[in-house]
């Protein structure tokens, strides 16, 4: 992949700095989540604080049942079907640890952890726009 181009015209084509270009390019986008995977989380502008907020083993069934078939499965190799097959079982502890990481305000290392990378779609290869971040 490479060269590209950065917002000043200028040629990049070292991979650490092809990598800062397509970041800096992506943190620009934003996706709109209504209809996802995330659940409507109210915000602490109204006084909410995320201990207070209780994730529902029903809430988690049904988010597992929804999940796209097509998808790929994720860095735990878990395809989709399996999941949504195993929502019942699996709601349990996953309510449990979704409400405690939220009652004690720490979330485990590796949810925040991602490899992502930049899909070419069309047009100049050299263009940041031209690619959408995969994850």
Do not use: Q
């Not at 069934?61 to 078939?69: D, E, G, V």
């Not at 860095?75 to 989709?80: A, H, I, K, N, Q």
């Not at 590796?110 to 490899?115: A, E, F, I, P």
């Amino acid at each position: 992949m490479g060269p590209l181009g950065d917002t000043n015209k200028n040629i990049i084509d070292g991979s650490k700095d092809m990598a800062k270009v397509f970041n800096d390019y992506f943190v620009t986008m934003f996706t709109d989540e209504a209809g996802g995977c995330m659940t409507d989380i109210p915000t602490a502008s109204k006084g909410i604080e995320l201990s207070d907020i209780h994730v529902t083993e029903d809430v988690i069934r049904k988010k597992l049942m929804s999940i796209r078939m097509d998808k790929a499965p994720g860095v735990d190799e878990l395809v989709p079907g399996f999941l949504a097959a195993l929502s019942d079982e699996i709601s349990v502890p996953l309510n449990i640890i979704y409400n405690r990481s939220l009652t004690e305000g720490e979330m485990r290392n590796d949810w925040r952890d991602t490899n992502g990378g930049p899909i070419f779609k069309s047009g100049s290869r050299a263009m940041p726009g031209n690619y959408r971040p995969v994850s």
